[in-house]
């Protein structure tokens, strides 16, 4: 199975701070990622597919880059409602593989 | 409005069985590749099953191969995961997830848009 390795696993940051999360692939995956938004006791949203496709309703904020084995999830400028943990999932290969997670907590 | 309500979970012991539904509403259910998801308390997220659009094309986790089974019936905009043989491990919140299978410069891709709120499996003597 691909694995996928988030980093960091927390992170603490301030209003309108800029955050940067990776994730990489044991094997090239091409773009074949989406990452992940959950809330405490909450489904996961979808922020992003295809790497860097936003997906329809997430704030412009929100940006992904990457392909092969590093990918990217920035926050251009934290906003109180982005405190979450933040998820990679590869969609290159079965079975789906997620990052064990970021989260993202208040400074 | 566009929603996937689960149910079925419960407390079971270990070795029992246990069916979860996800039912489907505000779309055409029966366009829409489907998945199965869990999360153990305090874990991350892991993928469970996914099924095609017929229930013709299915996977499965190696951790539940041989146990879990996905199904779909599209006439009842329903999706399910006949689980047996539980153990310990399989307790988790377990949500069910619609896959946008995005076409991308020809390229398809994965985008889980909508989840369901989740349902609790816990398996427990």
């Known amino acids: 199975a691909i694995q996928m390795t988030q980093s960091p696993s927390s992170l603490s940051a301030s209003i309108g701070d800029r955050v940067t999360i990776t994730c990489r692939a044991s094997?090239?995956?091409?773009?074949?990622l989406g990452w992940y938004q959950q809330k405490p006791g909450k489904a996961p949203k979808l922020l992003m597919y295809?790497?860097?496709t936003l997906q329809s309703g997430v704030p412009s904020r929100f940006s992904g880059s990457g392909s092969d084995t590093d990918f990217t999830l920035t926050i251009s400028s934290l906003q109180p409602e982005d405190f979450a943990t933040y998820y990679c999932?590869?969609?290159?290969?079965?079975?789906?593989?997620f990052g064990q997670g970021t989260k993202v907590e208040i400074k | 409005q566009v929603q996937l309500v689960e149910s079925g979970g419960g407390l079971v012991k270990p070795g029992g069985s246990l069916r979860l539904c996800c039912a489907a509403?505000?779309?055409?259910?029966?366009?829409?590749?489907m998945s199965w998801f869990r999360q153990a308390p305090g874990k991350g997220l892991e993928w469970v099953s996914c099924?095609?659009?017929?229930?013709?094309?299915?996977k499965y986790a190696d951790s539940v191969k041989g146990r879990f089974t996905i199904s779909r019936d599209n006439a009842k905009d329903s999706l399910y995961l006949q689980m047996s043989s539980l153990r310990a491990e399989d307790t988790a919140v377990y949500y069910c997830?619609?896959?946008?299978?995005?076409?991308?410069?020809?390229?398809?891709?994965?985008?889980?848009?909508?989840w369901g709120q989740g349902t609790m499996v816990a398996v427990s003597s």
């Open positions: 997830a619609r896959d946008l299978d995005v076409v991308v410069g020809g390229a398809h891709f994965d985008g889980f848009d909508i």
């Open positions: 509403s505000g779309f055409t259910f029966s366009d829409y590749y």
């Open positions: 099924i095609d659009t017929s229930g013709s094309y299915i």
């Open positions: 094997q090239g995956i091409r773009s074949d």
């Open positions: 295809a790497a860097s």
């Open positions: 999932l590869q969609d290159y290969d079965y079975p789906r593989t």
